[in-house]
């Protein structure tokens, strides 16, 4: 059972490495999103404006099974941080985790480097709100209010208590996006957010920001998996059927 | 630098992954996440540092807040001090987490109720399409489902249609959304263990 898992991560790395040479040249297609386009006009907004984003990658630690999600938000912040730099107000990057606040900090220092403008990074705009996911999120809420908060985005693990913080957004007549890898959340951002990214969606939101080949490369691996795992449930389904199996 | 944190991140990564499926790895798997909770113990001073730089800050600008953000700076270091004094397992020391912090996040989890039912009514005022709908009715059917309602059991609702609803559409999709979830963590934790994103190392 343990190799056919490392022969699932060695065909996905396989798949991303010939995907990545094929596609090298050809542009990326992708699929409309309509929260990722108007994530894209809000980011927009806020810079014009000369307001603020947040961006709350959740509390999940990366030695977990949920670490992929943060690691996701970090990409995008990334993209995010390059955008916005030459904002009058930076974009803070606000997490539930101590390893995963240092590496927004770095990732925040990364972006203003990338867009040329290293001498305006601030250690304070990658900030620590708390150590429990409640917590975590209550810390959020003063730095929308605060703080001209036009646009708050999450992306990352969170729980049901990321409603609160699409409540608060509401009242604050800020633009929020939500996305989380755990279902509860997924159904309570659904209800309070103005825009929720479902499923997979929330590993798409950097790609759809900078489309590089690399970024759309592994989009078209998840979808070629995607298949995979499709045929395999339908062939399954059948043998069972026929008592195959 | 940056050559060199690129280059132990990716073998770290590596054997970290190899460990998980090859068990005589298993040790140095082992031995390499204990230093990454080390490592996270250590951040998160670093983080309560940034926390208090941050208030600290706020306090001096004199912006938007400050009492709260003394307050909170106040509170952390009696807690601090207390905790070094007395020890984390100290009868004292519990019962200030089970009197203010059990509670406070309790109450959230309460709030959240009435912000959900809240959210859940203006869901029709700001997305009134068919997702939105079929989203109210399934809760309304759960719930009416599940609650226990004067007038008896709904028969029909109660052995067919929400366990119908729960085991087969809910967990359908369910397995579907986690699947997707589970292959968008895989490909960006190759993404990560290839080199392509750097969480770390600066630019």
Known sequence: MNLVGLGLVGFSAFLLLILSLIKRKSPPKLRNIPALTRLYRAVGLSVEDGTRLLIGLGSASLLTQYGGAPLAGLRLLRHLTERTSLSDRPPIAASGEPSLALLSQDTLEAGYQGAGAGEFYQPTTGRLTGMTPFSSMAGMIPIMHDENVSATVLVGHFGVEAALLAEAAERQNAFLIGSSDALSAQAALFASAQETLIGEELFAASTYLEAGASNSTSLTVQDVLRWIIILALLIGSGLKLFGII | ?203
């Not at chain 2, 600290?56 to 700076?73: D, F, H, M, N, P």
């Not at chain 2, 059917?141 to 249609?161: D, K, Q």
Request: charged content about 10%; glycine content about 10%.
């Open chain 2, 1 to 203: 630098m940056r050559i060199v944190a690129f280059v132990l991140a990716v073998l770290t990564g590596l054997i970290v992954l190899v460990g998980y499926f090859i068990p005589a790895l298993a040790p140095v798997e082992s031995l390499l996440l204990n230093w990454a909770i080390i490592l996270t113990g250590m951040a998160a001073l670093v983080g309560v540092l940034n926390l208090i730089l941050v208030h600290g800050t706020k306090i001096t600008q004199r912006e938007k807040g400050t009492v709260y953000s003394a307050i909170l700076l106040v509170c952390l270091f009696a807690t601090l001090v207390f905790g070094i004094a007395l020890g984390p397992d100290h009868p004292a020391m519990l019962s200030l987490v089970n009197a203010i912090i059990v509670p406070v996040e309790a109450s959230l989890m309460a709030l959240l109720a009435v912000t959900l039912l809240y959210a859940s009514i203006r869901l029709l005022r700001r997305r009134a399409n068919l997702m939105s709908i079929l989203f109210i009715a399934t809760a309304l059917l759960m719930l009416a489902g599940t609650a226990t309602l004067p007038f008896g059991e709904i028969g029909l609702l109660n052995n067919f249609l929400r366990p119908w609803i729960q085991h087969v559409l809910a967990l359908g999709g369910a397995r579907g959304i986690l699947i997707g979830v589970a292959l968008g963590t895989l490909t960006t934790g190759l993404r990560v263990l290839s080199g392509v994103d750097r969480p770390y190392g600066g630019k």
